[in-house]
């Protein structure tokens, strides 16, 4: 495939902020559908492989979600076969946003989380969670439980930001991804989580991109299809 071509697709996967499907990709660079689906799978590997450089500090909120499901039920089924991930957003002592992360994980108990947690947040680092017992006691971490029925305005102010990442992350992949298999979820949210960490520098994302593509460990097709 022509170099030409693939800095094409990081110009364009860069400059979309609602995503780039497959088919769209290929019919902007006139290739194949397998190439296209190949170029923004490498992509998305670049980005993810970037935001492990980064660790979240400070004012973390920590809320979990789930993909796959009815939106309204999705609090309520935490023990469904949908898939489940790991929300955290660090904010400004103004309440406003800073960084975020998602981890789709196994399952919500205690000693599956605990060491992706510590990945994602600083130790030392106060978290504001609900009163799920599995984000709420994580040990080398301030903590601030918030108990939703005691106080729903309280919540909804403590959870705003975790409410709009999952929202516009689901908005994202059924909009203009239409829904996706489980294996690839974590790479299409650590793209959106990319794009949000970035939000204020779009001028030179694409340079950035640029750069997380030349540092990325190759990958082949054969293996993102595994």
């Known amino acids: ?67 796959g499901g009815a939106s309204k039920e999705a609090k309520r089924g935490r023990g469904t076969n949908i898939s489940k991930v790991l929300v955290a957003i660090s904010l400004n002592k103004d309440n406003s946003s800073r960084f975020a992360k998602m981890e789709v994980v196994n399952d919500l108990k205690s000693k599956t989380i605990s060491p992706i947690v510590e990945e994602m947040i600083l130790k030392g680092s106060l978290i504001r969670s609900d009163s799920f017992k599995s984000l709420s006691y994580l040990s080398g971490y301030e903590h601030d439980l918030i108990v939703a029925g005691h106080s729903k305005q309280k919540a909804r102010t403590v959870f705003k930001w975790a409410n709009v990442l999952i929202s516009n992350a689901k908005a994202l992949i059924l909009g203009t991804y239409h829904g996706l298999p489980d294996k690839h979820l974590g790479k299409y949210l650590k793209e959106y989580c990319y794009r949000f960490n970035r939000r204020y520098c779009e001028h030179i994302i694409f340079g950035k991109l640029v750069n997380a593509c030349v540092l990325a460990k190759p990958i082949t097709y054969a293996e993102l299809t595994l």
């Open 1 to 67: 495939m022509p170099l030409v071509k693939w800095f094409w697709a990081i110009y364009l996967v860069s400059r979309d902020k609602r995503g780039c499907s497959a088919l769209s990709l290929k019919n902007m660079l006139q290739i194949s559908y397998p190439s296209a689906w190949l170029f923004l799978q490498k992509l998305r590997t670049a980005m993810a492989e970037k935001e492990q450089d980064y660790i979240l500090a400070g004012l973390v909120v920590l809320d979990d979600a789930f993909f």
